[in-house]
């Protein structure tokens, strides 16, 4: 959306992208592409969610997903209003999270793709056998959740799935996670580098050092 000028019907603030990029104007808006550069920088991992039963199997990719709480166990997952995956959900009231391991870039391809099949294709592709909602589970992936539909929150172009989590499924725990980052699926490298060369670990103001949990400096007398 283009902003309007200052003054305009939704407020938008005029003024330079520098000075936006500065938080000079809080009042300003951002748009979505502004949020979208950003945000391709930060490391996701990335999931195919899924829905039941198999005969009507869909899955789609998605990363904008995690765990709210524990007590109870909950979901949330983000899914465009017009994916076919999001009138699937709400209809049959189930979904299932199934969290890919390095080695499955192609599953993460396909099921971002418009051109993927639904039905039992896409539950035979996913390899895993229906789940106790019926939603398909992934084989050789690092485990899936399954979730019971609790709430539909509105997020824009997107909707936010609260699910109940009603079986947890461990999966290949010696795989690492696959990783979507700038366009692309990196490896994650294990570096064992010594604690020292890892940044910042005192607090500059109270010198407390996460290390050794003990402060580096006498504590200022009150
Ligand atoms: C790594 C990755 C993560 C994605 N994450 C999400 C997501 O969290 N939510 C979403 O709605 N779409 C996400 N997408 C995009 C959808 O997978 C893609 O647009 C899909 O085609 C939408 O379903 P549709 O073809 O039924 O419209 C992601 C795509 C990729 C490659």
Do not use: I, W
């Not at 330079?16 to 490391?43: K, V, W």
């Not at 390095?102 to 971002?112: P, T, Y």
């Amino acid at each position: 959306m283009k902003p309007s000028p200052a003054g305009g019907p939704r407020g938008f603030a005029a003024g330079a992208p520098s000075e936006r990029r500065a938080g000079r104007e809080a009042s300003s808006l951002a748009t979505g592409e502004e949020l979208r550069s950003l945000m391709r920088h930060f490391p996701s991992g990335v999931t195919v969610v899924t829905c039941g039963p198999p005969q009507e199997a869909e899955g789609m990719t998605a990363s904008a997903v995690f765990s709210v709480s524990l007590d109870p166990p909950l979901m949330l997952v983000s899914v465009q209003r017009e994916a076919r995956l999001n009138a699937k959900v709400r209809a049959q009231g189930h979904y299932a999270v199934n969290f890919l391991a390095e080695d499955q870039e192609g599953l993460s391809r396909l099921f971002s793709s418009p051109e993927r099949s639904s039905g039992p294709e896409a539950a035979h592709t996913l390899g895993g056998g229906p789940g106790e909602t019926g939603a398909p589970l992934a084989s050789g992936g690092l485990g899936s959740v399954e979730c019971t539909l609790e709430a539909v929150y509105p997020g824009g172009d997107h909707d936010l799935f609260l699910g109940r989590v009603v079986a947890v499924h461990p999966g290949d725990e010696r795989k690492s996670p696959l990783v979507y980052h700038e366009g692309t699926y990196p490896r994650l490298v294990h570096d064992p580098r010594p604690a020292e060369s890892a940044g910042a670990f005192v607090d500059s103001a109270r010198g407390f050092d996460v290390r050794t949990r003990d402060f580096t400096r006498r504590r200022r007398k009150r």
